[in-house]
């Protein structure tokens, strides 16, 4: 998945409150804190004013950064509110892989699974978005979803996956749930559209878990 990747990290609440320059730092504050408070911001002068501002006004928000132009921002227009979001983390590569989907107007987290282990970033994105298509269809649910992965995309439009990754003892889980979503989409329709986030136009999609 190409996309954007925060580079500084604010603790507001965490072992030494602050900001952090990688991800594994700002899990050395904030792993085993409780209620810990954290966010990843694209530069140091966001960051640093998120830290002065309190994590009231950023934690658990939706806050759009952009790297674009004004006019690359209007020719590209505002994310449509009244959709579903769908994201997937895995730490490592391969390694331990979740993913969810999210409400967009509402932030409500709709469903989440894993963790898979022995997976791939790329096979959670495909399965979010399989998920999601199947679950909307059961309740009639004909808005669009929104996904940051080019990859997962293309395999939801051929119908198929195409991971490189192999079948192992550790990740069946995984590669049952893959062989389910093929099956789904040869043999169902659907009305929802699937759309491209635009990560550096929109900021992380809502559905992100916040681990970059």
């Known amino acids: 998945m190409a996309k954007k990747k925060n580079k500084f990290y604010v603790v507001w609440e965490g072992f030494n409150p602050g900001i952090y320059k990688t991800w594994n730092e700002c899990q050395l504050q904030t792993k085993g804190y409780p209620n810990a ?65 999210v409400d967009f107007s509402t932030g409500k987290i709709v469903f989440h699974k894993g963790p898979f282990l022995d997976s791939t970033n790329n096979i959670g994105e495909y399965l979010a978005l399989v998920h999601a298509l ?22 939801v439009k051929e119908k198929k996956h195409r991971t490189n990754h192999e079948l192992s003892k550790l990740n069946k889980d995984s590669f049952e749930l893959l062989e389910r979503a093929d099956k789904w989409l040869q043999e169902n329709s659907y009305n929802n559209k699937i759309l491209k986030w635009e990560t550096k136009a929109w900021g992380e999609i809502p559905a992100d878990f916040g681990r970059k």
């Open 134 to 155: 199947a679950l909307m269809k059961k309740t009639n649910d004909n808005r669009p979803i929104y996904s940051d992965s080019k990859i997962a995309i293309g395999w």
């Open 37 to 101: 408070k954290y966010k990843g911001f694209p530069t140091y002068d966001i960051a640093k004013k998120a830290l002065t501002e309190g994590y009231e006004n950023y934690w658990g928000k939706d806050i759009f950064f952009s790297l674009l132009s004004e006019e690359e921002l209007k020719l590209i227009g505002e994310p449509i509110k009244n959709s579903m979001t769908v994201d997937a983390a895995c730490q490592g590569v391969p390694g331990t892989m979740e993913y969810q989907g």
